[in-house]
């Protein structure tokens, strides 16, 4: 288990800059408006060869504990237990403020939690930022590590003051990662399930429901979530079997002419590319709200996407004439998506965790089917029946030939239909090979892809 180094400061200091420069991808959102970032974000980090899993926090803010910056700050606090160093951050162009002596003072205080801490004065490239670093000293936090966290300066200052620290907390086995984000990819590896919906759907409740601890922010507000935050989870099935799970929380997606602020547009962005990393998405649904135009929209997005997609109706515990609206978001999803017919979808609440396990035991059945692959026997078979019961048909008296099909991949399935005349076939043939092999073999509702390939004719001069 890799040692865990926490970055801490007040906003827009550059902590997510920082976080970016260690883990070598731009996984946090970085703006230059402050409270950018207000979920905790793990990654990988290196830095000349020294390992660690670093931690990404939200801006250090003295409001009250029940406001949103006041339920980021515990966030944060709750992120330094167990850590095995704490990097206190300062923009050293701006100088001290009375939030840094604040955050100073409260790390001081923990010091009794034993987790050392790390002075770091950020933006120090240039002159002008000198008077900044020699203020830094007032913290009382030791000498300040000078670096430049957007054009990587400094790094190898950070990596001789980290290096005892994280060799003490391996020799103690302290400091370890409760999480990590990042990719595996081996198909049977952790289930990367991502979260996705409109605002308020109760995403974040949802995933802090499952894993059992607030980790996730969560409020009354619409729009906490901004960074997509991947959680490692194990969920034991009924029979008592664990199942590695990735949980990936994301923003939430209003309709696009509604979002005009760029944080948002930044956010929504982030989740359309966890959506790309995930195998099994879930759509979750408001059951106050109904399905609306943008679920779809979604839907769709998913889709085209090739993730395999379940929906999930949350708040089904204060859900009105349940029965009927269960069967209103069905219909309307087998009108809405006509490409993907019986969707599953499932009713859960996130409050009291009701439908949680069926959502997961349903979701590693999806990805199962979304992974399949037909055997060749199995798949020749069913082609020449589909075949036989509803022969292609031959506009103008041109017969349309379909000699065989293969399966060409999986995670989505794609198959390949080879034959003549194919320019021809209509899109109503093309779906009904698709259902069919939805249907038969066992792929259930799962995005299914199919590509007609027609021989190349050596005498059509037209086609040299």
Do not use: C
């Not at 162009?93 to 939030?99: D, I, K, N, V, Y």
């Not at 960074?227 to 029979?239: R, Y």
């Not at 759509?283 to 679920?295: C, K, M, V």
């Not at 030939?401 to 021809?424: E, M, N, S």
Request: aromatic residues 4%.
């Amino acid at each position: 288990m890799k040692p865990r180094v926490v970055i801490i400061g007040r906003p827009n200091v550059g902590k997510s800059t920082l976080f970016n420069r260690l883990v070598g991808k731009k996984l946090a959102l970085v703006d230059d408006q402050p409270g950018v970032t207000r979920d905790r974000r793990y990654g990988d980090a290196e830095l000349a060869g020294l390992q660690f899993t670093i931690v990404d926090t939200a801006g250090w803010e003295e409001e009250d504990p029940t406001s949103l910056p006041g339920r980021m700050r515990a966030q944060t606090a709750a992120s330094l237990e167990g850590a095995a160093a704490a990097l206190l951050v300062v923009d050293a162009r701006a100088g001290l403020t009375p939030l840094d002596e604040e955050i100073a003072r409260y790390l001081r205080e923990q010091r009794g939690a034993a987790v050392p801490v790390v002075l770091v004065a950020n933006k120090a490239e240039g002159r002008g930022a000198e008077p900044g670093i020699l203020e830094a000293y007032a913290l009382g936090m030791g000498e300040p590590v000078a670096i430049s966290a957007e054009h990587g300066q400094g790094m190898a200052d950070l990596f001789d003051a980290l290096l005892p620290l994280l060799e003490q907390a391996e020799t103690t086995g302290s400091g370890g990662a409760a999480a990590q984000d990042g990719e595996d990819p081996s198909p049977s590896g952790p289930l990367k399930l991502a979260i996705v919906g409109r605002p308020n759907a109760g995403k974040s409740t949802l995933v802090n429901r499952l894993l059992g601890e607030d980790r996730l922010l969560t409020g009354p507000e619409a729009g906490i979530t901004r960074d997509s935050i991947a959680v490692d989870w194990t969920w034991t099935d009924a029979s008592g079997v664990p199942h590695e799970v990735r949980l990936i929380d994301t923003a939430g997606m209003r309709k696009k002419a509604k979002v005009d602020d760029k944080l948002e547009r930044l956010a929504v962005a982030d989740a359309r590319h966890a959506v790309d990393f995930a195998e099994v998405v879930v759509l979750l649904l408001d059951a106050t709200r109904g399905l609306e135009h943008q679920d779809l929209k979604i839907a769709n997005m998913v889709l085209e996407e090739g993730r395999a997609l379940m929906i999930a109706i949350n708040k089904w515990d204060v859900a009105q004439d349940a029965s009927r609206l269960f069967n209103g978001i069905k219909l309307a999803l087998d009108e809405g998506l006509a490409q993907v017919r019986g969707l599953p979808v499932l009713t859960v609440s996130a409050r009291t965790g009701k439908g949680l396990d069926a959502m997961i035991g349903a979701a590693f059945e999806l990805r199962e089917a979304w992974s399949r692959r037909v055997p060749t026997a199995a798949l020749n078979r069913w082609f020449e029946s589909a075949l036989e019961a509803n022969p292609p048909p031959a506009p103008g008296g041109k017969r349309i030939k379909l000699r065989y099909i293969t399966q060409a991949g999986t995670r989505p399935p794609r198959f390949v239909v080879f034959g003549t005349r194919l320019d021809l076939l209509p899109a109503s043939y093309e779906r009904y090979l698709v259902n069919g092999i939805r249907r038969d073999l066992g792929l259930g509702a799962v995005p299914v892809r199919v590509t007609l390939r027609s021989a190349s004719n050596p005498f059509d001069r037209s086609r040299r």
